[in-house]
């Protein structure tokens, strides 16, 4: 148990639907963010958020859209996706003034049908 | 962007045995981090490395920050069978991302 959320596990959906991963960290930083994980490749950054602001947005494409109401909650809102979306995306979070230790959850495993 | 060559990519090693695994860069890194995953889970933070020349041990693992500060190593001694796992290495250089390398498959036989 790492101290971070993440909901669902497991999400199957169309490429038409509107789904959204939620991650919440009970650790008291105050940064998070949102990689994906493909298989055979390095975890890929998409979204930093600094004290609630998005401070990088890694050319991700605009199906992704990501929102922190708050410094312990994150999520992903997806739709129109594609089928190479599919992958594990995993949250994390940091506290800034301690350095780059970043703490992860458990991931969501993304299936575009 | 900043890459990361971890190697080897898999092994394949006898329970007791001591593994060895690094990561390098062209570019230079202010921390080095080293993660396990587990099938189905998130990566695990298992030794963070903030000083050129750092040696820092956890139990049966050790790594290293180079002392050119573009790589580092992970070493496990008397491997057991809950080691196996992926292993990645990460880089911090200033931003607030991590670099992360490809990842070691440890697969253990007993």
């Known amino acids: 148990e790492t101290g971070v959320t993440q909901t669902p596990r497991h999400l199957v959906m169309g490429m038409t639907n509107k789904k959204s991963l939620k991650c919440e960290q009970h650790l008291g930083h105050n940064a998070m963010y949102w990689y994906k994980q493909s298989a055979k490749k390095p975890l890929e950054l998409m979204f930093v958020?600094?004290?609630?602001?998005?401070?990088e947005n890694n050319s991700v494409p605009s199906r992704f859209s990501p929102e922190c109401p708050n410094s312990s909650h994150l999520f992903l809102h997806l739709h129109t996706l594609q089928p190479e979306d599919s992958a594990l995306y995993l949250c994390?979070?940091?506290?800034?003034?301690?350095?780059?230790?970043?703490?992860f959850g458990p991931g969501t495993r993304l299936t575009v049908l | 962007g900043q890459q990361l060559n971890q190697s080897p990519q898999s092994m394949f090693i006898q329970e007791g045995e001591d593994v060895s695994m690094n990561c390098t860069s062209s570019?230079?890194?202010?921390?080095w981090l080293w993660y396990k995953q587990d099938p189905g889970e998130g990566p695990v933070l298992l030794i963070a490395l903030y000083k050129a020349g750092e040696l820092t041990s956890n139990g049966r693992l050790t790594a290293q920050f180079g002392i050119t500060r573009k790589d580092s190593f992970l070493n496990i001694s008397a491997s057991i069978p809950s080691d196996v796992g992926i292993y990645f290495c990460a880089g911090g250089g200033g931003a607030d991302g991590l670099t992360f390398g490809k990842g070691t498959h440890l697969i253990i036989q007993p």
């Open positions: 570019s230079i890194f202010n921390t």
């Open positions: 994390a979070s940091s506290q800034r003034a301690q350095g780059y230790e970043q703490f």
């Open positions: 958020y600094s004290l609630e602001e998005r401070v």
